[in-house]
């Protein structure tokens, strides 16, 4: 079973930082991750991804601004966001890439909600 658990979003003032953690319960993943948020209303849309070169990119609107990385045993991604806006609000989503059954899938987590106050 794949489990994958985000952690660590909470109501904040614009300009202030915030850690996301995203774990996962399984060591059959690879060092792909990536995080997508949906703001209430909007679609939901990358934000942050890394790739097994270990090669980050972002949305453009978070760059400077959020670092996505994680621990050497790949079970942990974090995602830094510092001087969040209110346009920053929504459920952030992790995804992991793991080998199930032969083959390589991604699995989503349930999310974690980040609100920005003005």
């Known amino acids: 079973q794949v489990q994958v658990v985000e952690s660590g979003g909470d109501s904040v003032q614009a300009g202030n930082s915030l850690r996301l953690t995203c774990v996962v319960t399984?060591?059959?993943?690879?060092?792909?991750a990536s995080w997508d948020r949906q703001a209430l209303g909007k679609e939901r849309e990358f934000v942050a991804g890394?790739?097994?070169?270990?090669?980050?990119r972002y949305l453009d609107s978070v760059k400077g601004r959020f670092t996505i990385s994680q621990d050497n045993a790949q079970n942990t991604v974090y995602l830094r966001m510092n001087s969040l806006k209110p346009e920053d609000t929504g459920l952030y989503f992790c995804?992991?890439?793991?080998?199930?059954?032969?083959?390589?899938?991604?699995?989503w987590g349930q999310g974690t909600q980040v609100t920005v106050a003005s």
């Open positions: 995804k992991r890439r793991c080998w199930k059954n032969g083959r390589l899938r991604d699995f």
């Open positions: 399984y060591t059959g993943c690879n060092k792909e």
């Open positions: 890394i790739d097994t070169d270990d090669n980050a």
